[in-house]
């Protein structure tokens, strides 16, 4: 069995995450092609991070609704990154998931691994008694797929691989401020809404529980045990 290090950042800055995460794939990458230093163990990152919008490489930025002073005065910042998906919001509240697994010591290639990330958060929020599932033609995890106009979207995937090795992740809205879902378009959809656990429950839902649930779920589904 893969032994993965796991890591919760609690709160930290977006572009301190992102250059952890390079680091760390970057040396995963080395490994893997030079053969003469020591093996890295894959991580897995728990982080929340302050107000932040973050557009993929193939996203449109007309899809972020706000201009820069706006953007200030709402204390958000906004990064163009290398990951795949349109644009996403991330902020406190919201459990935000980077693996950087080299997909080839889990056997899968990378439809299979964004399944397993979105079967995870979809168990994990069966434990919670919200029914999720995925969405024809979309990543991410959903509720109320049959009813186009109550459809609504609780986790954002949007990854990058490279020499098999991942990078970014998802985002679980637990607590999260929904309020700023509607200074964008998220991920490029102008007609379908956004949630939370919160929302959905109807009370404030425990990020420590809902992290342990989320890790175990991660665990069993690809096959991994903590270093």
């Given at each position: ?27 995963l ?29 193939s ?50 290639g ?11 958060i ?27 106009a109550?459809?609504?979207k ?10 098999g ?18 200074h ?44």
């Amino acid at each position: 069995m893969t032994r993965v290090k796991f890591i919760d950042l609690g709160l930290r800055d977006y572009k301190e995450a992102w250059d952890l995460q390079q680091d760390i794939q970057d040396r995963l990458i080395r490994a893997k092609t030079s053969g003469n230093v020591p093996d890295p163990l894959p991580c897995l990152l728990f982080v929340e991070h302050p107000h932040v919008y973050t557009l993929g490489k193939s996203g449109k930025e007309n899809n972020l609704l706000i201009n820069p002073q706006f953007l200030a005065s709402i204390n958000a910042t906004y990064y163009k990154t290398d990951r795949g998906g349109d644009i996403t919001y991330h902020g406190p509240g919201q459990i935000v998931g980077y693996p950087i697994f080299d997909l080839d010591m889990f056997g899968i290639g990378v439809k299979k691994y964004i399944w397993n990330l979105e079967e995870s958060i979809i168990l994990t929020l069966a434990a919670f008694g919200i029914t999720a599932e995925r969405f024809e033609g979309a990543t991410g995890v959903w509720i109320d797929t049959r009813i186009p106009a109550r459809s609504r979207k609780i986790c954002a995937i949007g990854v990058k691989v490279s020499r098999g090795i991942t990078m970014h992740g998802f985002a679980l809205n637990v607590n999260t401020t929904l309020e700023y879902f509607r200074h964008i378009n998220p991920c490029g959809f102008t007609d379908k809404g956004v949630t939370s656990m919160e929302k959905e429950l109807g009370t404030l839902q425990s990020m420590q529980e809902v992290k342990q649930t989320l890790l175990k779920k991660l665990s069993s589904q690809f096959g991994f045990q903590l270093a």
